[in-house]
């Protein structure tokens, strides 16, 4: 072999080498557009979902354009979802009132109103393997009071499985509320008996819950009072003497703090 035959060799050689150094290297996980970059989202989340048209059949398994009555024009009915603590249920509003609707089972993947890209699986108002697939959850309430919790924990149950819970209703009167008489509904989750809550039924069959009230229970009357003094309140106070007196023969019945019954007499 001559020598420009070797000098040939070598620097092809050479430019070869420099050649792959200047190609740009190639990850090792080639399948990154494939993996699954969801996050899990805690079941504390409150989220709220308000479903476009087109996923009505989806979600519902209806439309959500129809009349109110044989007569009227069909028109679209606002439906919304709530997922919090791993369960799902609609609300959709209906000639002035608002109904309560189950999720059918599947997989789904929707915006939030927080505009945040969820995805989960239902089963009977269950949900699992709930991900956020796009978005901010700092968006998203993770913490919400107890009265936001009893009206859930109701609106659910009563969506799927109204044996799920135990309830006792019944009726009182405000002398300062003009509305009339209004409908009180205590309930506990059978599998949780120790924490009763409490709400109220308006007449638009909207569930909201009582915050704080007292009730008392005249003799041989069977509507409750609302007790806008407690018995504690009703000692040494000259000025409260005329409003006490209306009390004197009411026996406590129900307290309610914070949407959580800490009094109630009668048991279920």
Known sequence: MNRKLLVYIAAVAILQSMASQAKPKI???????????SL???SS?????TIAENDCEKLLGKSCIFRDKMLSEPYLHEAKLTIFLDKIYATQSFSDKIMLMPVKNGSFSIATDNNNLISF??????????????????????????????ENIYNFHNTYNT??????SGIYKDEY???????????????????????????DQKITAISNLQLCKMPDVDTLRARH????????????LEECFKYQECKNSITIEDCEVTLFQDGF
């Open 40 to 42: 899990p989202i805690k």
């Open 27 to 37: 990850p090792l996980t080639t399948n990154v557009a494939t993996q699954n970059l």
């Open 163 to 168: 044996d799920a819970l135990l309830i006792k």
């Open 229 to 240: 003094l407690s018995t504690d309140e009703c000692f040494g106070d000259d000025k409260a």
């Open 45 to 49: 989340y409150f989220l709220q979902i």
């Open 121 to 150: 699986n239902t089963t009977n108002g269950a949900v699992s393997n709930l991900k956020l697939v796009k978005g901010d959850l700092t968006k998203e309430p993770n913490t919400i009071s107890k009265c936001k919790k009893a």
């Open 177 to 203: 509320d003009f509305r009339g008489l209004n409908e009180y509904v205590l309930f506990s989750e059978k599998q949780n008996q120790s924490e009763i809550m409490a709400l109220t039924i308006g007449d």
